[in-house]
């Protein structure tokens, strides 16, 4: 198990952006993938996009091109720029090693 902080997020408008940080405290090179998922109001937690320690990157759908992942070794930390907002990317967002470690969640509302 590794511990996962969030930080980021908050309150946007549509066409705006927002950044979203997970630090891997125990370092990068202890998680081969790290996941981000979202979980909208009354909705199933969705994955959104995935980085390997290698630097393959993967996005569902319906964030291709508006969202961009991005990893600083040396701070241990994987970036979720997201540009291009619409008010249903509205979520919580949550990084994960894909098993037993989750950051705690940040909200990202996006809103006129």
């Known amino acids: 198990q590794v511990h996962l902080v969030q930080s980021g997020g908050g309150l946007a408008q549509p066409g705006g952006s927002l950044r979203l940080s997970c630090v891997v405290s125990?370092?990068?090179?202890?998680?081969?993938?790290v996941y981000w998922y979202r979980q909208a109001p009354g909705k199933q937690r969705e994955l959104v996009a995935l980085v390997s320690n290698v630097g393959s990157k993967e996005y569902v759908d319906s964030v291709k091109g508006r969202f961009t992942l991005s990893r600083d070794v040396a701070k241990n930390t994987v970036y979720l720029q997201m540009n291009s907002l619409k008010p249903e990317d509205t979520a919580i967002y949550y990084c994960s090693n894909g098993a037993n470690s989750w950051g705690r969640g940040t909200q990202v509302t996006v809103s006129s």
């Open positions: 125990e370092g990068l090179s202890r998680i081969p993938i």
